[in-house]
């Protein structure tokens, strides 16, 4: 069976601080792959989705980057964060191609002080 | 271009009442769309989808939804709320065809009153 695993689970930094989340989806090959921020009461705001190794969308101009160096690993990254990059993280797989639906992590909650 | 509007950011319900949480889509072409439920600090997971199939939709945990492509509609229905249903859930559209893209809408948080 599939299986996505996310962490950290739980994240405080500085403001100005670099980031890292890290995210790794078992048991498939070649899954999208997607980041998506939740904020209080703005739902889920997709940040980047890979349809391949090295292959990034970004969808929002901002202070985050990310990368998939391997075929189930997406990280999402920044140099520095702002205030403004708290929120809680998910990240989530599906299968190319297929109707079927997102398989979401357990999310990870940065909190930028 | 797609997005969701989901009306209303906090519903509530005595429990054994009717659920009823609203979802309006705009598509450019036809939609698929889902309904997704997360309980706190977790992540989504899936209570239903319509990928043009039929256009009433049954889901987990005895939760339907209708697809109204007049009423550019896609809402979630439950007949007896139960204390479990307390979460928060998200309406999603996608392009039909092997999408790639799902936007989501800001969702509702349910509350159950006992």
């Known amino acids: 069976s599939q299986t996505i695993h996310q962490w950290p689970a739980t994240l405080v930094q500085p403001v100005g601080s670099p980031l890292s989340l890290e995210c790794t989806v078992e048991?498939?090959?070649?899954?999208?792959l997607y980041w998506y921020r939740q904020a209080a009461g703005r739902g889920l705001q997709l940040l980047f989705y890979?349809?391949?190794?090295?292959?990034i969308s970004s969808e929002v101009p901002q202070n985050l980057s990310a990368s998939r160096p391997q075929d189930r690993q997406f990280i999402l990254s920044s140099k520095k964060l702002l205030l403004s990059d708290s929120g809680f993280y998910l990240c989530a797989w599906k299968v190319p191609g297929d109707t079927g639906e997102l398989f979401f992590g357990e999310g990870s909650r940065l909190t930028v002080l | 271009a797609q997005s969701v509007t989901q009306l209303g950011s906090h519903v509530s319900v005595s429990e054994g009442a009717l659920v009823l949480l609203r979802c309006n889509y705009s598509?450019?072409?036809?939609?698929?769309l889902f309904w997704y439920v997360q309980y706190p600090n977790q992540g989504l997971q899936l209570l239903l989808k319509?990928?043009?199939?039929?256009?009433l939709v049954k889901g987990i945990n005895g939760f339907e939804a209708e697809f109204k492509k007049s009423e550019t509609s896609f809402h979630l229905t439950k007949p007896s709320a139960h204390m479990s249903d307390a979460a928060e859930y998200f309406c999603?559209?996608?392009?039909?065809?092997?999408?790639?893209?799902?936007?989501f809408g800001t969702g509702t948080k349910l509350q159950v009153i006992p």
């Open positions: 319509y990928t043009s199939a039929a256009t």
């Open positions: 999603a559209v996608a392009p039909g065809g092997g999408y790639q893209k799902v936007t």
């Open positions: 048991g498939t090959s070649n899954p999208n």
């Open positions: 890979s349809v391949g190794i090295g292959q």
């Open positions: 598509s450019s072409v036809p939609p698929y």
